[in-house]
């Protein structure tokens, strides 16, 4: 076991026989079931202790919290909620939850050591990942947090950073620490938990979700990747500029993968790791075989039997098809944001085509066929209304303009009658004519002096 073996995340201390001493013993559960051999690390939330289960011989890990004492009653409620969250999960890159009893004012929770060194320590030290490395550390802590998100309701850690990590003495990588986790949503009004420049932008906003910890994930692989701490990388408005700050030669595919996990939005961050790591690079490569298993292999081509060669042929098609992907995604293909975009622009020029369409096929069928159509319905019932009325009101008409015309051909005789004996008094030069005389034409319809008819062939003299 590496002297670096821890169980959560404190800070670091270096192993002390008094610190050893000072704890022999004093672990009641089940008759001093547990002696303590040294201290792993202390932090603001309690002290880590290596110990031996006397009842199986394994090595422990102990986690103390010292709640009488404590500075809030929040500390308490952390502790509890890390041994309950831990007792419901079981997963080969997470401690396995043993025990937790009370002592002293103090509650102490034993887990499965994981033998190997946090991944703070090892940066310390300026031993730096490859990047063969880091993908084998994103696929495995993602996968972890595949499994916590599945959880009902879904697990949250909120503290993921090198020094929460830890790389095990066989290769592979373990998550600890959950003294910050969160076992229920909640949207609003929720403590900050988390350690600065790794914490996602909701955090600040009391918010956690289960991306917050891909957020934490991807600072993580950054810092390992560039040895610079989140809050020091370059930035282009809250993001983080993953592609300056892996330089110019960085794998593209890479820098795709970490800007997907660090976008300050959460609805836009990448949500599987493992997923996004498969869709960029292909599907993880098969571990080489053994010397001896790769000795029984060798002999000629032909000894191998056919439907050998053809998964091995299907397989090299898929990864050369998944590789091809990876590339177009790398190579600057639109993100779903953008492509969101577009056919939502797509949607609306659609839309106001439409709309131009059918009000000009409304204005025809109003020009053309509605307005005819009501010009004809007036016009009929205004006939139908007043078909009987117009021709009597016509016979009306007809008879008073021929009584008019006979009243005016009656008025312009009598003037011309007038006028011709007037001028035959005045040429006999007789006064004593009578200075009125009217005469009556027998041809015509006989009046009397008053306008009235008269009976036929009378004549009236004054």
């Given at each position: 076991m590496s002297n670096g073996a821890r169980a959560s995340?404190?800070?670091?201390?270096?192993?002390?026989?008094?610190?050893a001493g000072a704890h022999l013993g004093h672990l009641p559960s089940g008759g001093h079931r547990y002696v303590v051999t040294r201290s792993l690390g202390r932090g603001a939330q309690g002290h880590t202790l290596e110990a031996i289960d006397k009842a199986s011989g394994d090595l422990v890990a102990i986690k103390r919290f010292q709640v009488r004492g404590?500075?809030?009653?929040?500390?308490?409620?952390?502790?509890?909620?890390?041994?309950?969250?831990?007792?419901?999960?079981?997963?080969?890159?997470?401690?396995?939850y043993l025990d937790h009893f009370e002592e002293d004012g103090a509650l102490l929770l034993v887990m499965s050591l994981v033998p190997g060194q946090d991944l703070e320590a090892r940066r310390e030290q300026g031993a730096a990942l490859e990047t063969r490395q880091v993908l084998e550390l994103l696929r495995a802590i993602g996968d972890v947090l595949r499994y916590l998100r599945g959880k009902a309701p879904p697990v949250i850690h909120r503290d993921i950073k090198p020094r929460n990590i830890i790389q095990r003495d066989d290769g592979g990588f373990s998550l600890v620490d959950f003294g910050s986790v969160r076992d229920r949503l909640k949207e609003d009004g929720s403590t900050i938990a988390g350690t600065y420049g790794y914490m996602a932008p909701e955090q600040f906003q009391g918010r956690a979700l289960p991306v917050s910890d891909v957020y934490g994930l991807g600072a993580t692989a950054l810092v390992l990747l560039t040895g610079v701490s989140p809050e020091d990388q370059p930035h282009q408005g809250l993001a983080i500029?993953?592609?300056?700050?892996?330089?110019?030669?960085?794998?593209?595919?890479?820098?795709?993968?970490?800007?997907?996990?660090?976008?300050?939005?959460?609805?836009?961050r990448l949500v599987d790791v493992p997923q996004g790591i498969e869709q960029l690079f292909g599907p993880p490569e098969a571990e080489p075989p053994k010397p001896e298993e790769a000795a029984e292999a060798k002999?000629?081509?032909?000894?191998?039997?056919?439907?050998?060669?053809?998964?091995?042929?299907?397989?090299?098609?898929?990864?050369?098809?998944?590789?091809?992907t990876a590339e177009r995604h790398a190579s600057g293909e639109l993100s779903d944001r953008f492509r969101l975009r577009f056919s939502l622009g797509g949607?609306?020029?659609?839309?106001?085509?439409?709309?131009l369409v059918a009000a000009r096929v409304a204005n025809f069928a109003l020009l053309r066929v509605s307005l005819p159509l009501l010009l004809g319905f007036l016009f009929t019932f205004i006939s139908l209304v007043f078909r009987r009325k117009m021709p009597r009101a016509s016979e009306g008409l007809r008879d008073a303009a021929e009584r008019g015309d006979r009243q005016l051909?009656?008025?312009?005789?009598?003037?011309?009658?007038?006028?011709?004996?007037?001028?035959?008094?005045?040429?006999?030069?007789?006064?004593?004519a009578p200075t009125r005389v009217r005469v009556v034409d027998t041809e015509a319809e006989p009046m009397d002096d008053e306008g009235e008819e008269t009976a036929p062939g009378a004549r009236a003299v004054k």
């Open positions: 995340g404190e800070t670091k201390l270096g192993p002390s026989k008094d610190q404590a500075a809030s009653w929040k500390d308490f409620e952390l502790a509890e909620r890390e041994a309950r969250v831990l007792a419901q999960l079981s997963h080969p890159s997470l401690p396995r500029d993953v592609r300056r700050a892996l330089g110019a030669g960085a794998d593209p595919r890479l820098v795709q993968l970490l800007s997907w996990m660090l976008t300050p939005d959460p609805d836009q002999g000629p081509q032909e000894a191998k039997p056919r439907r050998e060669r053809s998964k091995r042929s299907a397989k090299t098609k898929a990864k050369t098809s998944a590789r091809r949607l609306l020029v659609g839309l106001v085509l439409t709309v051909r009656r008025a312009a005789l009598r003037v011309r009658r007038r006028a011709r004996d007037a001028a035959r008094g005045t040429a006999r030069g007789d006064r004593t």
